[in-house]
């Protein structure tokens, strides 16, 4: 009878307690990663869906347009609302936001609109269809108005179809963008094929450290992971301007390799500021990200394996392919996964060493943000990115298990 | 003479660092079909041992030989030597028949082939229908049975133990002691096993090795290492036993010696070498001596003073001061209850010659 009473009393009393106070433990770093993480992610994916500029400044306007059937121009009602809102947001400061956003659709815009709403200043009365075809063309034009409804829309896909080089038509089908525009899917496409490639490499170059480091006796082990793990006792910055030091045209290999002979002075070979540098530096950098997870996993597989797949007759070769690979894979795969997972989004090194066709869709969302300003768009192109990790993430949990990782 | 000699270590010595010997002087050799134990302390030097001959390690100087030939340029998935690791080294991504299948692949054997011998192993050990658990689903009983299965699945006429049972609880590596036990009759394999408890080596084994700090001190059949050990180290190890320590006062004739121990002379049988004045220990088992015996039936007698009395059972352990040291022990049989004997009772002990072996002084050992 004590003995069915005492579980009961164990299981309920102390823990409930214990678990308040773990999650009052825990309670300033989710407050951080919400504030610092979660939140700047949420409204950011909000921005890629959502952009009420227009809506909010040309409210009649754009509810007039959703109406409008969309053949020809538009009725009289619509240009009346427009000659006011227009008028009003010029006042509102908010033309010039309103233009942009516009302008990205259908481009010459801004200075339609600005030209059109100070001239709108002084006229009184309409008809207003005649007076803004009588301030520009482009009124006549009846993409302007559908760049106008287009735009108006709180909630678009228009970023996403732009991120993977779509486009909307007026009449509401979606189309590859014309082949001058189709920048991004070529961009993604080349961010996933140089992190596959820098992966490669850091798996082809880390590997055997992380069998060394995990054979090696304690102390001489722990000094070798020091060495791996010094790289980030360094700025990042310091890092990759050490590699332009190196691969410079006037830079230290290319000096040497001209001093040997190898090459002539004239013959100076491009190792940086193109895609060679990207995937150098950037190999460089993610290494120990590849090197610590392999190491984790390699540590566990007892020594006796290979002896004991050599007293049972295998060659080191077979040993290694049936023996030890096998069970290193959770190393390569949590390894390979972060280095993917890093490199398809880093942005510095590629910023720095990248030239022109080094850069990867980092640098693209980056221009976005701070150069465009086009935050929708950088919103989106950044959800595609993320969407990308996560079927990888679920790949990899699908394919090896991320219990299995290793990262403990 | 090494006709039906199996292995042979011949003044092996094994330095790691280059300075301290790990292994010191080794010479051994083992019948075709024997059971040979290495039995020792912790740090004895009876894994490198093994590593040595299994070809994991190299000798620092001295030569193994397998049959008669060398095998310092054999490498090990050349010597054909199966061997048991300390924690088994099954491998966890394959299933118990992929762990036995092994050697059989990567020997190129055709997949019934292999099927069919795996399973024959697999009765062998009895573990029929495991083939396709995960070593890790195993009990580690039956993950040791794996182990030896695989070490013997490609017919080696050499096995190697490493300490196969150090994991086990008491009843199942008795258990498993008369498993291995019955395996090695039924296939006739030479096994060299290694083991640090004595009992064990005592039940498995034809001959033990006792190992110390990289030295073999005796190597004997285990009644020959009970009975007859040669140097105190092994006495001690072996067994219970009272060790006492003396002076040689006088050499008779027959190998007997007199020695002087606390306070009394007894005469024992010199099994080291020994002169006048030196030290040395006698060493007594606790059973052979007698309570109270008839007068002059022993021809060592003292007194003693009953100190402390426990029951174990079968037998009883009386504790005794006598020659000098409180911790004199002697055992009797639970036959004839303790025969009125009380604490505080004086008697007289009674012991043979024979029974009383001069061996080797070590210091700190008493
Ligand atoms: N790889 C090695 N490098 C250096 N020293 C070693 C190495 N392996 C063993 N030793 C040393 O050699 C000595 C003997 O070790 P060994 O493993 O042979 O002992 P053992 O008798 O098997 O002990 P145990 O019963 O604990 O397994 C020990 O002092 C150990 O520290
Ligand atoms: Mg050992």
Same mark, same amino acid.
């Given at each position: 009878?004590? %003995?069915?009473?005492?579980?009961?009393?164990?299981?309920?009393?102390?823990?409930? %307690?214990?678990?308040?106070?773990?999650?009052?433990?825990?309670?300033?770093?989710?407050?951080?990663?919400?504030? /610092?993480?979660?939140?700047?992610?949420?409204?950011?994916?909000?921005?890629?869906?959502?952009?009420?500029?227009?809506?909010?400044?040309?409210?009649?306007?754009?509810?007039?347009?959703?109406?409008?059937?969309?053949?020809?121009?538009?009725?009289?009602?619509?240009?009346?609302?427009?000659?006011?809102?227009?008028?009003?947001?010029?006042?509102?400061?908010?033309?010039?936001?309103?233009?942009?956003?516009?302008?990205?659709?259908?481009? %010459?815009?801004?200075?339609?609109?600005?030209?059109?709403?100070?001239?709108?200043?002084?006229?009184?009365?309409?008809?207003?269809?005649?007076?803004?075809?009588?301030?520009?063309?482009?009124?006549?034009?009846?993409?302007?108005?559908?760049?106008?409804?287009?735009?108006?829309?709180?909630?678009?896909?228009?970023?996403?179809?732009?991120?993977?080089?779509?486009?909307?038509?007026?009449?509401?089908?979606?189309?590859?963008?014309?082949?001058?525009?189709?920048?991004?899917?070529?961009?993604?496409?080349?961010?996933?094929?140089?992190?596959?490639?820098?992966?490669?490499?850091?798996?082809?170059?880390?590997?055997?450290?992380?069998?060394?480091?995990?054979?090696?006796?304690?102390?001489?082990?722990?000094?070798?992971?020091?060495?791996?793990?010094?790289?980030?006792? /360094?700025?990042?910055?310091?890092?990759?301007?050490?590699?332009?030091?190196?691969?410079?045209?006037?830079?230290?290999?290319?000096?040497?390799?001209?001093?040997?002979?190898?090459?002539?002075?004239?013959?100076?070979?491009?190792?940086?500021?193109?895609?060679?540098?990207?995937?150098?530096?950037?190999?460089?950098?993610?290494?120990?990200?590849?090197?610590?997870?392999?190491?984790?996993?390699?540590?566990?597989?007892?020594?006796?394996?290979?002896?004991?797949?050599?007293?049972?007759?295998?060659?080191?070769?077979?040993?290694?392919?049936?023996?030890?690979?096998?069970?290193?894979?959770?190393?390569?795969?949590?390894?390979?996964?972060?280095?993917?997972?890093?490199?398809?989004?880093?942005?510095?090194?590629?910023?720095?060493?990248?030239?022109?066709?080094?850069?990867?869709?980092?640098?693209?969302?980056?221009?976005?943000?701070?150069?465009?300003?086009?935050?929708?768009?950088?919103?989106?192109?950044?959800?595609?990115?993320?969407?990308?990790?996560?079927?990888?993430?679920?790949?990899?949990?699908?394919?090896?298990?991320?219990?299995?990782?290793?990262?403990? | 003479?090494?006709?039906?000699?199996?292995?042979?270590?011949?003044?092996?010595?094994?330095?790691?660092?280059? $300075?301290?010997?790990?292994?010191?002087?080794?010479?051994?050799?083992?019948?075709?079909?024997?059971?040979?134990?290495?039995?020792?302390?912790?740090?004895?030097?009876?894994?490198?041992?093994?590593?040595? @001959?299994?070809?994991?390690?190299?000798?620092?100087?001295?030569?193994?030989?397998?049959?008669? $030939?060398?095998?310092?340029?054999?490498?090990?998935?050349?010597?054909?030597?199966?061997?048991?690791?300390?924690?088994?080294?099954?491998?966890?991504?394959?299933?118990?028949?992929?762990?036995?299948?092994?050697?059989?692949?990567?020997?190129?054997?055709?997949?019934?082939?292999?099927?069919?011998?795996?399973?024959?192993?697999?009765?062998?050990?009895?573990?029929?229908?495991?083939?396709?658990?995960?070593?890790?689903?195993?009990?580690?009983?039956?993950?040791?049975?794996?182990?030896?299965?695989?070490?013997?699945?490609?017919?080696?006429? @050499?096995?190697?133990?490493?300490?196969?049972?150090?994991?086990?609880? *008491?009843?199942?590596?008795?258990?498993?002691?008369?498993?291995?036990?019955?395996?090695?009759?039924?296939?006739?394999?030479?096994?060299?096993?290694?083991?640090?408890?004595?009992?064990?080596?005592?039940?498995?084994?034809?001959?033990?090795?006792?190992?110390?700090?990289?030295?073999?001190?005796?190597?004997?059949?285990?009644?020959?290492?009970?009975?007859?050990?040669?140097?105190?180290?092994?006495?001690?190890?072996?067994?219970?036993?009272?060790?006492l320590?003396g *002076?040689?006062t *006088?050499?008779?004739?027959?190998?007997?010696c007199e020695v002087e121990t606390g306070?009394e002379r007894v005469r024992a049988?010199?099994?080291?070498?020994?002169?006048?004045?030196?030290?040395?220990?006698l060493?007594i088992?606790?059973?052979?001596?007698?309570?109270?015996?008839?007068?002059?039936?022993y021809t060592n007698e003292v007194?003693?003073?009953?100190?402390?009395?426990?029951?174990?059972?079968?037998?009883?352990?009386?504790?005794?001061?006598?020659c000098? *040291?409180?911790?004199?022990?002697?055992?009797?049989?639970?036959?004839?209850?303790?025969?009125?004997?009380?604490?505080?009772?004086?008697?007289?002990?009674?012991w043979?010659v024979?029974?009383c072996?001069a061996?080797?002084?070590? $210091?700190?050992?008493?």
């Open positions: 009878m004590t %003995g069915a009473r005492q579980p009961r009393r164990y299981s309920a009393g102390p823990g409930s %307690g214990a678990r308040l106070r773990a999650f009052g433990l825990v309670t300033p770093l989710l407050l951080f990663v919400g504030v /610092t993480f979660i939140a700047p992610l949420v409204t950011m994916l909000v921005r890629s869906v959502h952009d009420p500029v227009v809506a909010d400044a040309l409210p009649e306007t754009v509810s007039l347009l959703h109406d409008w059937n969309g053949e020809g121009l538009p009725p009289e009602p619509v240009y009346a609302a427009a000659a006011r809102e227009l008028n009003q947001a010029r006042e509102d400061r908010t033309l010039g936001q309103v233009a942009g956003r516009v302008n990205r659709v259908q481009s %010459g815009m801004r200075s339609v609109f600005t030209r059109t709403a100070r001239a709108l200043e002084d006229i009184e009365a309409g008809p207003w269809r005649d007076v803004f075809s009588g301030i520009n063309e482009a009124w006549n034009d009846p993409a302007t108005w559908h760049a106008i409804k287009s735009t108006g829309q709180r909630f678009t896909a228009r970023h996403y179809l732009n991120a993977v080089d779509m486009q909307r038509l007026p009449d509401g089908s979606v189309t590859r963008q014309p082949e001058e525009r189709r920048i991004y899917l070529r961009l993604f496409w080349r961010t996933l094929l140089v992190s596959s490639a820098i992966t490669f490499l850091c798996l082809l170059l880390g590997y055997p450290i992380a069998h060394l480091i995990a054979q090696a006796p304690p102390r001489r082990a722990n000094l070798l992971l020091v060495l791996v793990l010094v790289p980030f006792w /360094t700025s990042l910055l310091v890092r990759t301007t050490a590699w332009i030091v190196l691969l410079q045209t006037q830079g230290v290999i290319n000096d040497l390799l001209v001093t040997l002979g190898l090459i002539g002075d004239d013959g100076r070979l491009a190792m940086i500021y193109n895609m060679t540098g990207t995937i150098v530096a950037m190999t460089h950098v993610l290494l120990p990200f590849m090197v610590l997870p392999l190491y984790s996993v390699m540590r566990t597989i007892p020594r006796d394996h290979m002896n004991a797949a050599a007293s049972l007759g295998a060659t080191p070769r077979q040993a290694f392919l049936r023996v030890y690979w096998p069970q290193s894979l959770p190393g390569v795969g949590a390894g390979s996964l972060l280095v993917f997972i890093l490199a398809i989004g880093f942005y510095i090194t590629p910023a720095l060493v990248g030239g022109s066709d080094g850069q990867l869709i980092s640098g693209m969302i980056a221009y976005h943000m701070q150069t465009s300003l086009n935050w929708g768009l950088a919103g989106a192109l950044g959800g595609v990115l993320l969407l990308g990790v996560l079927v990888l993430y679920v790949l990899y949990d699908r394919l090896v298990g991320v219990e299995r990782m290793g990262l403990s | 003479m090494t006709e039906g000699i199996h292995v042979e270590f011949d003044g092996v010595s094994k330095s790691y660092d280059g $300075r301290t010997l790990v292994v010191e002087d080794l010479n051994l050799r083992i019948r075709t079909g024997e059971f040979v134990t290495l039995l020792g302390p912790s740090g004895s030097g009876k894994t490198t041992i093994l590593m040595m @001959l299994a070809g994991f390690q190299a000798p620092t100087a001295g030569e193994i030989r397998l049959e008669g $030939r060398p095998i310092q340029n054999l490498p090990a998935r050349k010597r054909g030597i199966g061997m048991v690791f300390q924690n088994y080294a099954l491998f966890p991504h394959m299933t118990v028949g992929g762990n036995l299948a092994f050697p059989l692949e990567v020997r190129g054997l055709a997949p019934d082939e292999c099927r069919e011998r795996v399973d024959r192993a697999l009765r062998l050990v009895r573990l029929e229908g495991f083939a396709d658990r995960r070593p890790g689903q195993l009990s580690g009983g039956q993950q040791q049975r794996v182990a030896i299965a695989r070490a013997l699945v490609f017919e080696p006429s @050499l096995v190697l133990m490493d300490e196969p049972l150090g994991a086990l609880d *008491r009843s199942l590596r008795e258990e498993m002691q008369y498993e291995i036990r019955r395996i090695h009759q039924t296939l006739g394999v030479t096994v060299v096993y290694v083991t640090h408890d004595q009992q064990e080596a005592m039940v498995m084994s034809d001959r033990i090795a006792v190992l110390r700090g990289g030295v073999v001190e005796q190597i004997a059949a285990p009644e020959g290492l009970y009975e007859e050990p040669e140097r105190a180290f092994v006495a001690s190890f072996i067994g219970e036993n009272n060790r320590h *002076r040689v *006088r050499l008779l004739d027959g190998d007997v306070g049988l010199r099994v080291v070498e020994c002169a006048e004045g030196d030290e040395v220990t060493s088992r606790p059973e052979r001596i007698a309570i109270d015996p008839e007068e002059g039936r007194t003693a003073v009953v100190v402390d009395m426990t029951f174990l059972g079968d037998h009883l352990r009386i504790r005794l001061s006598a000098g *040291r409180r911790d004199f022990i002697v055992t009797i049989p639970n036959v004839l209850g303790h025969g009125g004997l009380l604490v505080g009772d004086t008697v007289r002990l009674g043979t024979s029974d072996r061996l080797n002084h070590e $210091r700190g050992t008493e």
